[in-house]
Each structure stands twice: as C-alpha cells, then as structure tokens.
C-alpha cells in the first residue's frame, strides 16, 4: 500500500533487490505454518512427529520473520512512535527533531547489526547446532539478525540523507491521520 | 550516581525521547544500551545488545504470535469472518456499542486457545477492528476495544504467565488455571459494560443499526458464518483433545483457514501475498519493540530499580490490605515500562517472601499478578498489545488515539482489581470446590 | 571489598538457590570475612538458562548456572557426560563424580570452557528420571507407541528403544501436554509433580530410575573475574562449591522426599517398576553403552572418549563407596569433596 513513494528515494534496482529478504521472510512464514502442521498431524495420525521442528521454528522461522522483513519498516512509518510533542513543535524544530531521530534510529539498527557479528562468528567456528537425535545446524539463523538490522540501518540512512538534502519523505504527511468514518452515527 | 538514579534516570529519558518522535524500540533499546555502558561498561553494553536480539527473536512459544497474525489476516482478506460480523451486526445491533461487545465476547473465547495476550490481540485484531469500524465505530474506541480484550488472553486459561508463576511460586498450576476463569469472565463483562456506558454517554462513538430487522433476516444471516464456525471447532477441538498445544494452535488455526478460504473459493494470489507479507511487517515490526522492551528489562534488572522498589515495600509494617494497595501502584508503575514476564520475575523474589510471611494466599495473588501484569500491556508508554494492534491498524489511527482509547479500559479494570482484593473469593471459590 | 554478580535462573526456592548458591554466597561470605561479597540475580531476572552462557562470558555476571545440553556444540565433552547419565542412580556420588572427572581427570572438559573465557568448578546432579503418567505403566507393552516428553538425548533414545515417541513439548507447556494427551508420559524426577503442578494431572509415578541430569555447571566463573582474585579467594570459592555441589544434590533429594509424601494426597500413585520394566531399561544401558563412544566420535567429534568413560566408571565406583561410608551428610560429603578433589588443584594455576 505503500510502494510508489519509495520511488522518489531509492533508486528502482535497490527497490527489487530489497526484495528479497521480504521475500526470505514471508517463505520463513509458510514454512512454519505447513512444518509445524505436519508435525501435529504426524504426531497424531502416525505417532512420528516431523524431525526438528521445533528446532526449525525457534531458530530458522522465528529469527527470519522477526529480522528479514525489518527493512520494510523504514517505509510508510512502520516504525511505531508517539505524536504528542512533535506534533506541536514549529516547522523548522520538527525538521531537526526528525533528523535527530532518524539518526539516532540509524546508530541503533547499525549498533545491534554490529553487535551482532562477534556471535555469529563464534557459532560459525564452533559449528553450534540444536536437537537430539535428529539435529540442525544453527549458526547460520546467528547471521540474520546483522541482515535485518543491517538494512534497516542503511534504508534509515538513506532518508536521513534525503531529509538533509531538502526532500522530505513522502510519509511524512501520513503522521495525522483525518478522523475518516468517524461521525457517521 | 547509584545504580538505583541510573536507572531512574535511564525511564526518565525514554519519556523524553519518546515525545521527540524517536521510534519507540529505539528510545527502549537505545536507553538500555547506554545505561548498561553506564553502569557496567562497554563490554557488557555490547554483549547484552549482541545477545538479546537473537535470543529474544528465537523462541518456540512466541512462534504463536506470527501464527495468530497469520490466521487472523487470511481470515479478514478471504472474508471468512464477514458473515460472523453481520452476523453480530444484526443480532447486536440495537445494543448499544454491540459489536465491541461482541468483539470483546469473541477475544474471551479465543483466549481459552492460546496462552497469550499478544496472540488474542493479535488474532483477534485484524478481523474485529475493520469490522467495527465498517459499522462506523471511531478508530481510536474500536482499537481500544480490542487492545484492552486482548489482555484477556493471559487470564483465561490456558496462560503462559500463570505456568510460569506456578512454578515460580511453587504453587498449582491447575489451580491458578481455575482461578483465572471468573476473574476472566468479569473482565470481559466489565469491557463489555465500559463499552455500553461509553456508547450510551457518547453515541457518536458506535452508531446504531436504526432499519427494522426482521426475524427472518437474522436467521439468513446466520448461515454465512460456517466458514468462521469450521474455523473455532478446528482450533478448540484440535486444542481440547490434545491433538496441538496453544502454541501449535496457530499454525494449524493459520493452515485451516487458507484451507477454508480454498473452499470458499475466495484464495487467490492477492489474498495469499497481501496476507502473508502484512503478517511478517507485522511480526517483524511486533519484534522490534519487544527486543527493545526486553534490552530495557535487562537494563533495569541490572540497575536493581524493581527490586529496589520491592524491598521498600516489603520493608514496611502493614496489613495485607495495605500491602496489596502498595503492591498494585508497584506493578502499575512498572508495567507502564517492563514486559510483564520482566516485570514479574524482577519483583517475585523479593515480594514473595513478604507475601507468605503475611499469610497471603498465593493463588488469589497469582491471579492479581496476572491481571496486573495484563493491564501494564495497555499502560502507556510501554503497552504491547497496544502496539499489536498499532501494527494491524497501521497509519490510519495514531497510537496516541489508541492509548486513549484503551484508558476507559484500564479504569475499568482497577475496579476490577479491587473488587479482586476485596472480595478473594471470587478467585478463589472455584478453585476451592475442585480441590 | 569485591562485590561478585552472581546470576542463576532457577526460581528463588528452587533446590538450586536454597541449596546451592545460598550456602555457597554464606561460606564465601564468611571465609573471606566480608571481602568477598554478593549482588545476586535468581529466577532469570538477570539472564535465563540460555542467555547464561554469554552473559557470563561478558562479565556481566561474574558467576552463573549453566545447563550443559543447551549448548551441544560449545560443550561437546559436557555431551558425552550427559549421556553417561544412567551408568548410576546415586545423586551425591554422580556429583561429585563429575566433579572430580572435569576438575582432575579430563583436559579436554576443562579447555572447553577456559576456551570461552570460563572457568568449570562444580556440577550437581538431580534425583533419577521416573515415569510421570496418567495411565498405568506395569510393563514395556505399555510403554510401545506412547509420547514421551524428557530432558535430552539420552531419554530421546531410551524412548525409541522402547517403542515410543520423543516429542519435543517445553517446560512451560508440559503442564498442558500431559494434561491433554499431546504427551503420555513426562519422564522427569518426582519433585516434578510439585514444582511443575503434574500432580494436578498424573496419577502415576513409576520410580524406574532413568538416570540424572548431571551435566550441569553450577558456579561458572567468568575467567577474567577469576584472574582478578587472588589464590586464597579462589581457594574459597573452590571449597565454597562443594557445599554448594552437595547442597543442591541434597536439596533436590530432600524435595522428592517431600513430594513422595505428598503424593498421595494428590491422587498420585507411586509405583515400584515391575521387573520386566527394570530388565528392560538394563538391557537399555547395557546396549546403549556400547554405542557410546561411536557416538561420541560421530556426534560430538569427541576422538579419546574411551579413556573418559572408564575414569567416569571408576570415578562413580569410588564415590558410591564414598557415599555409602560417610552416609546421607551433605556437610561431611562436601568436606570429602573439598579433601578429594579441591585440596589437590593448585588455586594459582587453575583455569587460568
Ligand atoms: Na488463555
Ligand atoms: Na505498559
């Protein structure tokens, strides 16, 4: 619903290749829903449940529908926040409050990003897996969380940039909603 | 400054940067970042932000909450649930606000498949709060109604947090389970009367269904709502005869409704897509707060805050009566900033022992806890829930409307919970006969 | 005045803090005279059973509890331990047996931890596994076909041996498994029926021993925290950990005690297995054993386990014989803990 007003700020190719975490994400999403079907109606028809289940869902799902789509927050202001004052400041103090924020929005993402490689090696060089008698190697799920943060990090960069060089994102106007359908009664 | 100040500090400056407009998981995870360099160094500021990300994001139970978007999603673009809505529209309609009623009704019930608040609201969201606003109901009053029926998730069995305060506390968890039920269906009746009251003092905020209904009308109705009728047996009695776990029930409750959406022949390539790509931004943007609740919740575990309030309070002379008074402005203050499991597991060790020194009967506190813990996901500026449905109902209602709307609610609810003090046999009559 | 952070997530009146990190903390304390102090975290306020291992490794905590098998491919030796578990049924002499193999006898165990920046001291060890059911379990036709929930490995390949399913439920939905059907049997200790409510909804608990959970790491130390003491203060926290290794092995046997009394009241059967159960599990051991050490190459990349295996043995034989001579005393156990094992490693040079 929200996808011609990135037009203005990324460039098209950015647009298609950002897609594909989207994409990672949502099939994360299929694959936990029909894995862990399966495996109940395994577990109940045939008394053998789907081998690591579990272990796929916390580790592989879970970590990839919470860290791919992240990115995609950047846009249409999915990045839930609160209105009281903001809404109130001058026009110019609205424009540095923004900036500030986004930037510091941008240092976080890229933080959590950073923070994250130290692990993800070590459970690349240790091999960390989970499971008992059928088990799954792990330490590749400890590399999406840098994906995830990593490009919501540069997406908020880039609007940052944007921002300073005098081209408002076009969701800024979306903050105040009209009171639609509201007095109808 | 003592850790004690660092910590107060550290909520005080989530207030500010929250007004500043600043995203509310990075005012939460930003705050504990720097309070944690500030209290333990660098190395542990690091090491908590390399560590709860992930840990926080890779959880077996939390996989319901993707799931329940998932199925809640399918449901309201394969139109499943419409002709339940009618359904409550028509037979409803001349209560005043009854389709609020009816959602709240609806989220009660469904808080007997899953264990947890975030699952209801999250379940319930995207299907009820359309609805209600296609009959006209104001955004802000219809995603209250939701946020707040969520919390009932958590109380009526089954429930996560009771399980894990039974073993906390070494207490029955079937007991507890037992308890919850009353306390959980006058939740749901004092939501449903606020609802009423509010639409009597304020009719603009649910108009009325003013064209005669006849009989025979109601009754065609009720044949569009097989699909959403296929859709609660599958789920509560795959639940009820053990075939699947609350946590499970999501997945299976997802897959059934593609299944049925199938039969309707109202799945295409839109729906599927549409559904799927709303329910991961919803999940992912769901997580981003929450690891940014949870970094907060370490930092404040680490600063001693919640355990230094507890000690204060249990430093103290007093009657039960007062206890519970002092108890609940803890809880209600830490909640509006803790996740309710942080919340719980911060106080607990200190509040326990003061508790049974007093005699206190620990399952009629379990269920206080649980509903104190519920209504700090509504409190702002820290209200999961609240955010859950922020996320289903995007940028057409502000959150700020949302808490708004979510306040008569919590009035509400601390009637309640004084009634629950007052009179513990409402928590306790049932459990009593069963045991 | 060193101030420790300590952090353990068992509840705060789990046999884990009773017994374990309050003695310990009082010994410390008092052996130090007030030098060494605690901040102590429980019931995963501070970090949960899986966020210990870096939380310590950060130094945000100086001391914590690790549960070995959450960690497979951190710990590989802790595995081998771990499946080990059935070889006794005797939880003072399995603790320090373990004890006394990482600390003494096994290299390798030790390295995985200093690898990490960790320093092992102590394990503990639970009360044996028993069979938790609604439904009455007299012979192995019961057990075929039926879902098991347990703790690991070990019983995952226990369960298939003996016809069933081990499906994977956790802690916090175990409760509402066992209540529905989604698991038959939860194969844990007897405190399980309190700690866990199962007594609201088993009737059955079948006493086959199932082995113990050992492959615990009770007082990890986090190795900086450790070089910064001097060798007298580690000498402490060494003899503090033995009160605290027989202090939780206690604690946990004190707690089934308990509960057996109580059982009945909750409508709970205590059941002794019938023979074919017992013969059963034995000829279980004696098979499993043998794959033991193939397994230990194949799935741990564990090359010398032979070696380890039979220490562990004789290690087991010789604190049983310990056990039985000084009887049911968790103070003169520790003591003989402290002699046996602490006494003979060099405060200046361990785990650095
Ligand atoms: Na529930
Ligand atoms: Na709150």
Same mark, same amino acid.
Request: with cysteine; net charge neutral.
């Given at each position: 619903?929200?996808?011609?007003?990135?037009?203005?700020?990324?460039?098209?190719?950015?647009?298609?290749?950002?897609?594909?975490?989207?994409?990672?994400?949502?099939?994360?999403?299929?694959?936990?829903?029909?894995?862990?079907?399966?495996?109940?109606?395994?577990?109940?028809?045939?008394?053998?449940?789907?081998?690591?289940?579990?272990?796929?869902?916390?580790?592989?799902?879970?970590?990839?529908?919470?860290?791919?789509?992240?990115?995609?927050?950047?846009?249409?202001?999915?990045?839930?926040? *609160?209105?009281?004052?903001?809404?109130? =400041?001058?026009?110019?103090? +609205?424009? &540095?409050?923004? !900036?500030?924020?986004?930037?510091? %929005?941008?240092?976080?993402?890229?933080?959590?990003?950073?923070?994250?490689?130290?692990?993800?090696?070590?459970?690349?060089?240790?091999?960390?897996?989970?499971?008992?008698?059928?088990?799954?190697?792990?330490?590749?799920?400890?590399?999406?969380?840098? *994906?995830?943060?990593?490009?919501?990090? =540069?997406?908020?960069?880039? +609007?940052? &940039?944007?921002? !300073?060089?005098?081209?408002?994102? %076009?969701?800024?106007?979306?903050?105040?909603?009209?009171?639609?359908?509201?007095?109808?009664? | 400054?003592?850790?004690?100040?660092?910590?107060?500090?550290?909520?005080?400056?989530?207030?500010?940067?929250?007004?500043?407009?600043?995203?509310?998981?990075?005012?939460?995870?930003?705050?504990?970042?720097?309070?944690?360099?500030?209290?333990?160094?660098?190395?542990?500021?690091?090491?908590?932000?390399?560590?709860?990300?992930?840990?926080?994001?890779?959880?077996?139970?939390?996989?319901?909450?993707?799931?329940?978007?998932?199925?809640?999603?399918?449901?309201?673009?394969?139109?499943?649930?419409?002709?339940?809505?009618?359904?409550?529209?028509?037979?409803?309609?001349?209560?005043?606000?009854?389709?609020?009623?009816?959602?709240?009704?609806?989220?009660?019930?469904?808080?007997?498949?899953?264990?947890?608040?975030?699952?209801?609201?999250?379940?319930?969201?995207?299907?009820?709060?359309?609805?209600?606003?296609?009959?006209?109901?104001?955004?802000?009053?219809?995603?209250?109604?939701?946020?707040?029926?969520?919390?009932?998730?958590?109380?009526?069995?089954?429930?996560?947090?009771?399980?894990?305060?039974?073993?906390?506390?070494?207490?029955?968890?079937?007991?507890?389970?037992?308890?919850?039920?009353?306390?959980?269906?006058?939740?749901?009746?004092?939501?449903?009367?606020?609802?009423?009251?509010?639409?009597?003092?304020?009719?603009?905020?649910?108009?009325?269904?003013?064209?005669?209904?006849?009989?025979?009308?109601?009754?065609?109705?009720?044949?569009?709502?097989?699909?959403?009728?296929?859709?609660?047996?599958?789920?509560?009695?795959?639940?009820?005869?053990?075939?699947?776990?609350?946590?499970?029930?999501?997945?299976?409750?997802?897959?059934?409704?593609?299944?049925?959406?199938?039969?309707?022949?109202?799945?295409?390539?839109?729906?599927?897509?549409?559904?799927?790509?709303?329910?991961?931004?919803?999940?992912?943007?769901?997580?981003?707060?929450?690891?940014?609740?949870?970094?907060?919740?370490?930092?404040?575990?680490?600063?001693?805050?919640?355990?230094?309030?507890?000690?204060?309070?249990?430093?103290?002379?007093?009657?039960?009566?007062?206890?519970?008074?002092?108890?609940?402005?803890?809880?209600?203050?830490?909640?509006?900033?803790?996740?309710?499991?942080?919340?719980?597991?911060?106080?607990?060790?200190?509040?326990?022992?003061?508790?049974?020194?007093?005699?206190?009967?620990?399952?009629?506190?379990?269920?206080?806890?649980?509903?104190?813990?519920?209504?700090?996901?509504?409190?702002?500026?820290?209200?999961?829930?609240?955010?859950?449905?922020?996320?289903?109902?995007?940028?057409?209602?502000?959150?700020?409307?949302?808490?708004?709307?979510?306040?008569?609610?919590?009035?509400?609810?601390?009637?309640?919970?004084?009634?629950?003090?007052?009179?513990?046999?409402?928590?306790?009559?049932?459990?009593?006969?069963?045991? | 005045?060193?101030?420790?952070?300590?952090?353990?997530?068992?509840?705060?009146?789990?046999?884990?803090?009773?017994?374990?990190?309050?003695?310990?903390?009082?010994?410390?304390?008092?052996?130090?005279?007030?030098?060494?102090?605690?901040?102590?975290?429980?019931?995963?306020?501070?970090?949960?059973?899986?966020?210990?291992?870096?939380?310590?490794?950060?130094?945000?905590?100086?001391?914590?509890?690790?549960?070995?098998?959450?960690?497979?491919?951190?710990?590989?030796?802790?595995?081998?331990?771990?499946?080990?578990?059935?070889?006794?049924?005797?939880?003072?002499?399995?603790?320090?047996?373990?004890?006394?193999?990482?600390?003494?006898?096994?290299?390798?165990?030790?390295?995985?931890?200093?690898?990490?920046?960790?320093?092992?001291?102590?394990?503990?060890?639970?009360?044996?596994?028993?069979?938790?059911?609604?439904?009455?379990?007299?012979?192995?036709?019961?057990?075929?076909?039926?879902?098991?929930?347990?703790?690991?490995?070990?019983?995952?390949?226990?369960?298939?041996?003996?016809?069933?399913?081990?499906?994977?439920?956790?802690?916090?939905?175990?409760?509402?498994?066992?209540?529905?059907?989604?698991?038959?049997?939860?194969?844990?200790?007897?405190?399980?029926?309190?700690?866990?409510?199962?007594?609201?909804?088993?009737?059955?608990?079948?006493?086959?021993?199932?082995?113990?959970?050992?492959?615990?790491?009770?007082?990890?130390?986090?190795?900086?925290?450790?070089?910064?003491?001097?060798?007298?203060?580690?000498?402490?926290?060494?003899?503090?950990?033995?009160?605290?290794?027989?202090?939780?092995?206690?604690?946990?046997?004190?707690?089934?005690?308990?509960?057996?009394?109580?059982?009945?009241?909750?409508?709970?059967?205590?059941?002794?297995?019938?023979?074919?159960?017992?013969?059963?599990?034995?000829?279980?051991?004696?098979?499993?054993?043998?794959?033991?050490?193939?397994?230990?190459?194949?799935?741990?990349?564990?090359?010398?386990?032979?070696?380890?295996?039979?220490?562990?043995?004789?290690?087991?034989?010789?604190?049983?014989?310990?056990?039985?001579?000084?009887?049911?005393?968790?103070?003169?156990?520790?003591?003989?803990?402290?002699?046996?094992?602490?006494?003979?490693?060099?405060?200046?040079?361990?785990?650095?």
């Amino acid at each position: 619903m929200d996808t011609t007003d990135s037009d203005h700020t990324h460039s098209r190719w950015l647009d298609k290749v950002s897609r594909i975490p989207l994409i990672l994400g949502g099939l994360c999403l299929l694959a936990m829903m029909i894995q862990v079907t399966l495996d109940v109606a395994g577990k109940y028809l045939f008394s053998s449940p789907v081998p690591v289940t579990a272990e796929m869902v916390t580790y592989y799902y879970m970590v990839g529908v919470a860290m791919f789509p992240l990115y995609a927050l950047e846009r249409g202001s999915s990045l839930v926040h *609160v209105e009281i004052v903001y809404a109130h =400041l001058p026009r110019l103090l +609205k424009h &540095i409050v923004r !900036l500030l924020s986004l930037a510091l %929005a941008a240092a976080y993402c890229f933080a959590v990003a950073y923070a994250a490689v130290k692990p993800a090696l070590q459970a690349y060089d240790i091999g960390t897996y989970s499971g008992t008698l059928y088990t799954v190697i792990t330490w590749p799920t400890r590399f999406f969380p840098i *994906v995830g943060f990593g490009l919501l990090g =540069l997406f908020l960069t880039i +609007k940052a &940039i944007a921002l !300073l060089t005098g081209r408002p994102p %076009a969701e800024d106007r979306e903050d105040e909603p009209p009171e639609t359908g509201a007095s109808s009664g | 400054m003592s850790d004690i100040q660092v910590g107060l500090t550290g909520l005080g400056l989530v207030v500010v940067l929250l007004m500043l407009r600043v995203p509310i998981g990075v005012a939460l995870g930003g705050v504990a970042f720097g309070g944690i360099w500030v209290l333990f160094g660098p190395r542990a500021a690091w090491g908590i932000l390399s560590d709860i990300p992930y840990d926080f994001s890779a959880h077996w139970t939390l996989s319901s909450i993707p799931m329940f978007l998932l199925m809640g999603y399918v449901s309201y673009y394969s139109k499943i649930t419409e002709g339940l809505f009618k359904a409550a529209q028509v037979w409803l309609g001349r209560l005043p606000g009854g389709l609020g009623i009816a959602t709240v009704a609806g989220a009660a019930g469904f808080s007997a498949v899953t264990g947890s608040s975030l699952a209801a609201s999250a379940a319930m969201g995207r299907i009820a709060v359309p609805a209600m606003q296609e009959h006209g109901y104001r955004p802000g009053f219809a995603a209250g109604i939701v946020a707040a029926a969520g919390t009932i998730g958590s109380m009526i069995p089954p429930s996560i947090i009771m399980i894990i305060y039974g073993v906390f506390a070494e207490v029955s968890i079937g007991q507890l389970f037992i308890g919850g039920v009353i306390p959980g269906i006058l939740t749901a009746l004092f939501y449903s009367g606020t609802i009423a009251v509010r639409v009597k003092l304020n009719p603009a905020l649910a108009p009325k269904v003013t064209s005669q209904i006849t009989w025979s009308h109601r009754l065609r109705c009720l044949k569009d709502v097989w699909p959403f009728m296929l859709l609660v047996v599958g789920v509560f009695g795959g639940l009820f005869s053990g075939i699947f776990t609350p946590t499970e029930a999501g997945a299976v409750g997802a897959f059934l409704a593609f299944v049925i959406a199938g039969f309707m022949g109202a799945l295409n390539l839109q729906v599927t897509k549409d559904a799927i790509v709303e329910t991961i931004k919803g999940t992912s943007s769901i997580f981003f707060i929450a690891i940014g609740a949870a970094l907060l919740t370490s930092f404040l575990a680490i600063s001693g805050v919640p355990a230094f309030l507890s000690s204060l309070i249990s430093e103290l002379e007093l009657s039960q009566l007062e206890l519970m008074l002092l108890i609940s402005l803890l809880f209600v203050f830490l909640g509006m900033f803790l996740d309710p499991l942080g919340c719980m597991l911060l106080t607990l060790p200190v509040l326990l022992p003061v508790l049974e020194a007093q005699d206190a009967n620990l399952i009629w506190f379990g269920i206080l806890l649980v509903k104190f813990l519920e209504i700090g996901l509504i409190t702002p500026p820290v209200g999961l829930n609240v955010f859950v449905i922020k996320e289903i109902v995007g940028n057409k209602v502000p959150i700020t409307q949302i808490f708004a709307g979510v306040s008569w609610f919590i009035i509400s609810d601390l009637f309640l919970l004084a009634l629950l003090i007052l009179v513990p046999s409402l928590v306790l009559w049932l459990p009593g006969l069963v045991s | 005045q060193t101030v420790i952070r300590a952090s353990s997530w068992h509840p705060p009146k789990h046999p884990g803090v009773i017994g374990g990190y309050d003695p310990f903390m009082n010994y410390v304390k008092k052996e130090s005279n007030g030098e060494l102090d605690f901040k102590f975290w429980s019931g995963g306020s501070l970090s949960n059973a899986k966020s210990t291992l870096p939380t310590v490794r950060n130094g945000i905590a100086d001391i914590g509890v690790l549960a070995l098998t959450y960690f497979p491919a951190e710990f590989p030796y802790a595995q081998l331990v771990s499946n080990m578990a059935m070889f006794s049924e005797n939880p003072p002499a399995i603790a320090a047996a373990v004890t006394e193999l990482v600390v003494l006898d096994c290299k390798p165990c030790r390295d995985e931890f200093t690898s990490k920046g960790l320093v092992f001291t102590s394990s503990y060890s639970t009360t044996p596994y028993t069979l938790i059911s609604k439904t009455p379990i007299e012979s192995p036709a019961d057990l075929k076909g039926k879902k098991f929930r347990s703790a690991g490995t070990l019983w995952d390949r226990w369960a298939n041996y003996v016809g069933g399913t081990a499906v994977n439920v956790s802690s916090a939905e175990m409760f509402e498994a066992l209540d529905r059907g989604g698991v038959d049997v939860a194969v844990f200790s007897p405190s399980a029926l309190k700690s866990f409510s199962l007594w609201d909804i088993a009737k059955y608990d079948v006493m086959l021993g199932l082995g113990t959970y050992a492959a615990m790491s009770l007082f990890t130390m986090n190795q900086s925290f450790w070089r910064d003491l001097t060798p007298e203060q580690r000498k402490i926290l060494l003899d503090g950990s033995a009160l605290g290794v027989m202090g939780v092995t206690f604690a946990y046997m004190d707690s089934d005690d308990d509960v057996l009394k109580q059982a009945k009241q909750h409508n709970v059967n205590i059941v002794k297995p019938g023979e074919s159960l017992v013969k059963q599990r034995d000829a279980f051991v004696e098979e499993d054993s043998k794959k033991l050490q193939q397994l230990a190459k194949d799935q741990y990349g564990i090359q010398d386990a032979e070696p380890i295996i039979t220490r562990y043995r004789e290690l087991l034989k010789k604190w049983e014989g310990i056990v039985n001579e000084v009887g049911p005393d968790r103070n003169k156990l520790a003591e003989r803990m402290q002699q046996e094992i602490y006494s003979k490693v060099d405060p200046k040079t361990y785990g650095m």
